[in-house]
Antibody
Framework: EVQLLGSGGGLEQPGGSLRLSCAAS????????MSWVRQAPGKGLECISTIGGSGGGTFYADSVKGRFTISRDLSKSTLFLQMDTLRAEDTAVYYC?????????????WGQGILVTVSS | IVMTQSPATLSVSPGEGATLSCRAS??????LAWYQQKPGQAPRLVIY???TRATAIPTRFSGSGSGTEFTLTISSLQSEDFAFYYCHHYGNWPATFGQGTKVEI
């Protein structure tokens, strides 16, 4: 059974940093792209970053480029999102999502969501 | 690529059918998925490749379309189908979602 367990959210001040983690199990972690998708309160979905199966290839939305860094530890089957220079508009639920066989940016399994609040 | 969904809200009675629309601002071939999201839950993949049902999705869900116009049809709504639905273009980066359609009783 595929499981994605996210952690690391919380309340942070503008300009601060947070690191999100997503522990994966139930599939061959190195064989699939992984992504972070966020959802601001009461809003729709935004795909903010994707990393290729063995770490090759990273993609960022313009809204986070230069501030967020996606990475993965293949030995621990864990996905990360380092979030720096946080802004109020980064407040959202962050989901980690597994890429599908049919496309890196198609998501067949999602984590439970991690709440990030950026506020002074 | 901008994804535009209509209507924003669809009011349907249980047992009735529902048709949701999604338009892409440019040709995306069949690289279109639909997700279902209930309050407080993560999205769930329903349709990909414009018309392929994902694992464990009931046959009352069907998708159609290609290019720029797509449709999700739910043939006979069950209580568990009332939710938000998002279309999603995934063929290249940046992958983008529509703004969502709320299917309500």
């Amino acid at each position: 059974e595929v499981q994605l367990l996210g952690s690391g959210g919380g309340l942070e001040q503008p300009g601060g940093s947070l690191r999100l983690s997503c522990a994966a199990s139930g599939f061959t972690f190195s064989s699939f792209a992984m992504s972070w998708v966020r959802q601001a309160p009461g809003k729709g979905l935004e795909c903010i970053s994707t990393i290729g199966g063995s770490g090759g290839g990273t993609f960022y939305a313009d809204s986070v480029k230069g501030r967020f860094t996606i990475s993965r530890d293949l030995s621990k089957s864990t996905l990360f999102l380092q979030m720096d220079t946080l802004r109020a508009e980064d407040t959202a639920v962050y989901y980690c999502a597994k890429g599908h066989n049919s496309g890196w940016f198609l998501f067949d399994y999602w984590g439970q969501g991690i709440l990030v609040t950026v506020s002074s | 690529i901008v994804m535009t969904q209509s209507p924003a809200t669809l009011s349907v009675s249980p047992g009735e059918g529902a048709t949701l629309s999604c338009r892409a601002s440019q040709d995306i071939s069949s690289n279109l998925a639909w997700y279902q999201q209930k309050p407080g839950q993560a999205p769930r993949l329903v349709i990909y490749g414009a018309s392929t049902r994902a694992t464990a999705i009931p046959t009352r869900f069907s998708g159609s379309g290609s290019g720029t116009e797509f449709t999700l049809t739910i043939s006979s709504l069950q209580s568990e189908d009332f939710a938000f639905y998002y279309c999603h273009h995934y063929g290249n980066w940046p992958a983008t979602f529509g703004q969502g359609t709320k299917v309500e009783i």
